[in-house]
Structure formats: C-alpha cells, structure tokens
C-alpha cells in the first residue's frame, strides 16, 4: 500500500514508544508536520528557540529514561540543534532529532538554508542521516532507534530533504517491528578476579558513574555495597542514586565538584572499582596524584571508554547492570565481607566534613542559597543545572537522594540548558513534582525565553538565581590563574538597571527578588505553592570563590 514518508516516520516514533516532541515548525519540514498534526499519541511542544527542544527533550529523558523527538527547519533552524545535540552525546542521553532539509535535487548547490548538517553534527551525535532515498526511510529509522539506545546511548540525527518528506512509497506499517539490541556482559573469570581484588583490598570504594543511571542499576548497586560494606562514591552525572544520608554514601569526589569526604575516603583507598563512569578531568584532577598506590577495575558497556584516560589494572567491558548483578551473585558464592574499620566512621565523618551552609550574612553568602534549598525542597523535586561556580556549588552543596532528579549538564557544561531541561523534565514527569533550575544571573540570560515556553504549558518549574553579579567562575579563573580581572562584572544585574522580575513577569511567570537570608525559605515555598513558573532572584555576596584545585589532595576551600 502507498504510504506518505512523513506518516510512516510518525507512526514509526508511535512503535518505538515515542509520546513527546519538542520542536518548531518551518518551511523545511512542514511535511513532517502535517502528519505531527494527525497523531493523536505523540503530543508537541513548540519551543522558542531550536537549541532548547534538544536540550528539553534531554531533560525529559534524564528525569523518565524515555525517549523523545526533537524536531527542527532546515538551515539556522539545525545549526541551532548543535549545541543541544553536543550536550546530550557527551553525557549518553538519546534523543531522536528530525531535521528539515532542502529537496533533493538542491544539495550541495547552496540554495536558501540549506546546511549539511549531517556532517556537521557526525561527530558529536552517535550517528546522523542524511535521507535521500525515500525507500530507505523505514530502515533508517529503525536503525536510528536501535543506536540510541544500544551501548553508550547517544542522540542520532535524521535529517530529511522536503521531497522526501512528502514522498509515497510503497509500505505497510503493521510490518515495522524495533530493531532488537543486545549489550556486552563480563564473562565469569573477570567477575571472579574483580570480586577477588575487592576482597583482598584494605580500603575498597566503589565509583558509581552515570552509565550505573542509564542501566537502570542504582539500587542493585547499592545493595551489592551493602553486602560488600564498601563505601560509595558518586560521580557528578550519579548524584543522588545512592541517597544522601545512606551509611555508605562518601559523597563526591573531584577537583570541583568534589567533596573533603570523597576527596579523603577517594585518596585513602587502596582498590577502585569504577562503574559506568569515564575518569574526566573535572573528576581526577592531576592523574598521577589520582591513581597513585591504587590498583583500578574499571566496568564500562562502550569499549572506547576503557583505559581512555588511564590504563585499568582490569578493564570489563560490560552493561552496567550485568555486571553488578554478576558481582553480587560472586559475593554471595565466596561467603561475608568483613567491612574495613573506616566503614563505621563514615555517617561520622560526612558530617564533620561537610561544608557550611547556614551563613547569617549579608549580602546572602550563595552557600546559605543552597542550605535552604535542602530544606524545602523533597526527595522528589528535580534539579537542572548547566554551568559555572554555581553549577560547582550545586553539586558541592546539594542534597540529593533519589536517582533521576539531579539532571545537571555534565561534560558540556551549558549555559542555557538549566531552563529547558526543567521543562522537559516535568513534562516527562507529568507535572506531578517540581524541577528546579538553579543558575547564575549571567546563565539565566541564556534562553530565558523559554520561560514563556512554560508558561504557555502551564508547567510551573522554578528558577532560583544566585545573583552574585559576575561571571563568577571566570573570575576566580581570571584571578587565580593569571592575575587579573576583565569583562566578568554584571554589577548592572544586582543594581536595578537589570529586572529580572520583570523579565520573568513579561514572559508569563510570577518573581520575587531576595535580599536577606531568612527571606529565602519563605520565598522558595511560594514558588512551590505557584501554578505559574517561578523565577527567585537571590541577590549574593558578589565576591565569594568555590572550593576547587588541580588535584584532590589539594583542593583550596573558601
């Protein structure tokens, strides 16, 4: 039977499970849209600008693990999904993205937005299509589906030239089936020697990374280091899937985001086993300094993560999942664990470490911003954050103890995701919890025009602004390293030349500004109360620096 391409691709993303989209219509898939108008399974949100609909439909999928569409024009409007797109690849999050193109008979002949973006986004997507063949539709489709979500999960790019957009073809659509996928497992000898080293270790500490939340394994995790007794430290992109106050929990560790306890309990142990975690930058510091006098097991499903940064003493190519239920099972085959003394000391020790966050100053110290937020908001509420000191600040500082609710920007560290990512991330979530945007005031000018996105839905995420009238990361950074200070003061937000409630107001939302510490709770659950988005402006010492070093024996604390 005749079928359009632009139905087939619909009802495609209907069979794989597809229920959201985020996008903006244009001229370039308008063909695409004619049928997006029809489904009565997939519902659309038009964004304000095209960047946000990969970053919104990557929130959606970090807070529900579900996939969603996003969806541009041709030219400007897929350039624009790369910054979007970049995010989502670097920290493993699928996200389908349909691009409008020129027709066909038009490509490489520069006519009017026309753009090859499938080369221009080959290397940070998992893969792109460029579709010239409208009988190839179907195939690439399903293919499309099966990478995003085998292996290192990844956006992938299908970019669609209008003639083959509104092009029949000869298909049945009760024959479309998804493509099976399959993920590597360890075998049983590495999971022996694995279990093996952690036995005979002194110090042991487990690194649960982000892949452990993409497999779906944090509570299996959880419970293997409980029978371990191994204590377990969170990467950045896992925070809050072992919950905050469990006996286990050694916090952070990293030159920024880090915490002294995961610093401490990180530098004192002996044998390492990392799962679904990459050992970056921002997480080891100096590597000599990090590895030295640790034998390292490293678990990862994606190959080229293995001995990428350093060259594991056992490196496990496996699903995450596979491999922790693998372990325990072992465990449970070689009999109790007798815990290491500093096991008992932990709950101890994490309270004595932590830092302070009840300052009674002002201007408000931004710690005492996130103490609050501590206490008003429950396990339940959501969390965004894209980029700089108050991103480190937030991840420092915050209290998280569910997986699938702290869904910051990790690799990319993007300015302007915190907005759209919260509204994806409560649609996924169907408006039953909060998500809360939590940025600077210099990062709340990125996309702040998706707040009128959220009003237009009536999705009430809020956004807390630390207002610390900086660029206050770069600073520190002008400051600390090179001596001097330039271009990075925004007094102009603090002083009232700058509103951001009116701002907020404008596009739909409801504000307040802060200026003293006790003013902060009270706003904050007025902001819960809201049906309408909710913007905290919260007006900080101006000058204040965050923890950080170039290894974890020497983080500097301010």
């Not at 080229?304 to 085959?333: G, M, P, R």
């Not at 664990?337 to 302070?356: I, N």
């Amino acid at each position: 039977m005749k079928m359009n391409v632009s139905d087939i691709i619909v009802k495609i993303m209907e069979k794989e499970g597809i229920t959201d989209a985020f996008g903006i219509p244009g001229a370039g898939i308008n063909g695409l849209y004619k049928y997006m108008a029809q489904t009565e399974v997939i519902k659309h949100y038009t964004v304000r600008h095209e960047e946000c609909a990969v970053h919104a439909a990557g929130g959606y999928f970090r807070a529900s693990h579900k996939i969603a569409a996003a969806i541009c024009t041709s030219g400007p409007g897929a350039t624009n999904f790369v910054t979007g797109l970049y995010t989502c690849n670097i920290d493993s999050i699928p996200v389908l993205a349909l691009t409008g193109q020129a027709v066909t008979g038009q490509l490489g002949k520069d006519p009017f937005q026309c753009v090859d973006i499938a080369a221009i986004c080959k290397p940070i997507a998992k893969a792109t299509f460029c579709v010239t063949n409208p009988i190839a539709i179907p195939e690439v489709m399903r293919e499309a589906f099966r990478l995003m979500r085998e292996g290192k999960p990844g956006p992938v790019v299908v970019d669609l030239p209008l003639d083959v957009q509104n092009a029949e073809i000869d298909y049945d659509i009760d024959s479309y089936t998804p493509a099976a996928w399959e993920n590597p497992k360890a075998n049983d000898d590495q999971i022996t020697e694995a279990i093996k080293m952690l036995k005979e270790a002194k110090n042991p500490v487990i690194i649960m990374g982000g892949g452990v939340v993409l497999a779906d394994a944090c509570e299996e995790l959880v419970k293997f280091a409980e029978k371990m007794q191994i204590p377990v430290i969170t990467t950045y992109q896992a925070k809050g899937c072992i919950p905050y106050n469990h006996p286990l929990n050694a916090g952070h560790c990293g030159i920024q985001v880090g915490q002294p306890i995961g610093n401490k309990i990180f530098s004192e142990s002996d044998v390492v086993l990392g799962i679904g975690c990459r050992f970056t930058d921002r997480h080891t510091g100096a590597i000599g300094i990090y590895t030295e006098n640790k034998k390292f097991i490293h678990i990862n499903v994606c190959a080229t993560e293995l001995n990428k940064i350093f060259k594991a003493d056992l490196a496990i190519l496996s699903d995450a999942k596979y491999a922790i239920e693998a372990l325990s099972k072992k465990a449970d085959e070689l009999g109790p664990t007798t815990a290491a003394p500093r096991v008992a000391e932990l709950p101890k020790l994490r309270d004595e470490l932590e830092r302070k966050t009840n300052q009674d100053t002002v201007p408000i110290h931004p710690h005492r911003v996130f103490g609050e937020m501590n206490k008003v908001f429950d396990d339940d509420t959501m969390f965004t954050s894209g980029c700089g000191i108050t991103q480190i600040w937030s991840g420092q500082l915050q209290k998280i103890s569910k997986p699938k609710k702290y869904l910051a920007s990790g690799g990319a560290g993007c300015l302007g995701y915190d907005i759209p990512g919260a509204f994806g991330a409560m649609i996924a979530d169907g408006c039953k919890n909060k998500a809360v945007a939590v940025m600077g005031d210099f990062g709340f000018t990125f996309h702040v025009q998706e707040l009128a996105t959220a009003a237009k839905y009536d999705v009430p995420l809020i956004v807390v602004i630390v207002n610390n009238a900086y660029l206050g990361l770069i600073r520190q950074n002008q400051k600390g390293a090179y001596g001097y200070e330039y271009m990075v003061e925004m007094k102009v937000n603090q002083s009232g030349l700058i509103d951001y409630v009116k701002v907020a107001e404008g596009l739909g939302c409801e504000a307040e500004r802060v200026y003293k510490p006790e003013e902060i709770a009270p706003a904050m659950e007025r902001a819960k109360a809201s049906k309408k988005p909710y913007v905290i402006d919260i007006v900080c010492d101006e000058y204040q620096n965050c923890s950080m070093g170039n290894d974890i024996l020497h983080v500097k604390e301010w």
